[in-house]
T-cell receptor, first 114, second 113 residues
Framework: DAGITQSPRYKITETGRQVTLMCHQT?????MFWYRQDLGHGLRLIYY???????DKGEVPDGYVVSRSKTENFPLTLESATRSQTSVYFC?????????????FGPGTRLTVL | EDKVVQSPLSLVVHEGDTVTLNCSYE??????LLWYKQEKKAPTFLFML????IEKKSGRLSSILDKKELSSILNITATQTGDSAIYLC?????????????FGQGTILTVHP
């Protein structure tokens, strides 16, 4: 399927477990981003990547790890999940040189940490 | 630290009303201001503004940027129930933060029939 996809769409896990959220885009966009959305906070940037093997921290990176070995994939790993990481996670992508431009969002993953 | 603030946080109107949503920003090396609409799913792009004073328009929606005041407004005329959504604005930074968006908290708009 063309576009940007996320998996799983829903996930329930327990405190202390490792969880990986997947993001895949078919546009060959250079930039990819991970956000979390919580009531009252809007969207907050966790990590972003300008290209394969280039990643950088966003506003709320603690407790998360990312990798970008291929342009099209940008997985987000919660190394030891905590209840405060219960949230809706959105992946987004943007074309190169469009750092001033539109980001396209995936459908989101709703994560619940018990 | 970059900051984007939206007001009001929520708004309830009736169909046919006109609404104005506000967004103020403090973004280092500011490049652009973006507006998104979010219904019960992912945000979808509405406008990108880079130049001050130039209105972007799409149907009943319009937006304008004021770089002097570090702010933007989103206007929706003749509102419909389908306009009910969360409206997000985001500031885009340049320099070493190229591509990063800082989002506001969002304005929840509810349009009653």
């Amino acid at each position: 399927d063309a576009g940007i996809t996320q998996s799983p769409r829903y996930k329930i896990t327990e405190t202390g477990r490792q969880v990986t959220l997947m993001c895949h885009q078919t546009w060959s966009h250079s930039y990819m981003f991970w956000y979390r959305q919580d009531l009252g906070h809007g969207l907050r940037l966790i990590y972003y990547s300008a290209a394969a093997d280039i990643t950088d921290k966003g506003e709320v990176p603690d407790g998360y790890v990312v990798s970008r070995s291929k342009t099209e994939n940008f997985p987000l790993t919660l190394e030891s999940a905590t209840r405060s990481q219960t949230s809706v996670y959105f992946c987004a992508s943007s074309v190169a040189l469009a750092g001033v431009g539109e980001q396209f969002f995936g459908p989101g993953t709703r994560l619940t940490v018990l | 630290e970059d900051k984007v603030v939206q007001s009001p946080l929520s708004l309830v109107v009736h169909e046919g009303d006109t609404v104005t949503l506000n967004c103020s920003y403090e973004v280092t090396n500011f490049r652009s201001l973006l507006w998104y609409k979010q219904e019960k799913k992912a945000p979808t792009f509405l406008f990108m503004l880079t130049s001050s004073g130039i209105e972007k328009k799409s149907g009943r929606l319009s937006s304008i940027l004021d770089k002097k005041e570090l702010s933007s407004i989103l206007n929706i005329t003749a509102t419909q129930t389908g306009d009910s959504a969360i409206y997000l604005c985001a500031g885009n930074a340049g320099g070493t933060s190229y591509g990063k968006l800082t989002f506001g908290q969002g304005t929840i708009l509810t349009v009653h029939p």
